[in-house]
């Protein structure tokens, strides 16, 4: 199991993936927003598998640390 956390604060503008995906290293999961920046969050290698939570939704404001997804 794989938990994404968040790197900084940041708005997610978009969730590209939905629970139940099967994802790979370098896919997109979500893309944040800050200082008019678009920063997608990718699967990390070694980290691909099923998304099978995902934790935050479009308009959302996370910190660091937070959990955006898990991927089994």
């Known amino acids: ?3 994404v956390r968040a790197e900084m604060v940041a708005g ?3 969730v590209v993936v939905r629970e139940g995906d ?3 290293e370098g896919d ?5 927003e800050s200082m008019k920046m678009e ?3 990718l699967v990390e290698e070694g980290e691909g598998g099923v998304v ?5 939704a479009p308009g959302d404001v996370i910190k660091a640390g ?3 997804a898990v991927i089994e």
Do not use: Y
């Open 52 to 56: 099978t939570q995902i934790r935050v």
């Open 1 to 3: 199991m794989v938990e």
């Open 39 to 41: 920063i997608p969050v």
């Open 12 to 14: 997610v503008g978009e």
């Open 22 to 24: 099967t994802v790979a």
């Open 28 to 32: 997109t999961l979500v893309i944040l």
């Open 66 to 68: 937070d959990l955006i």
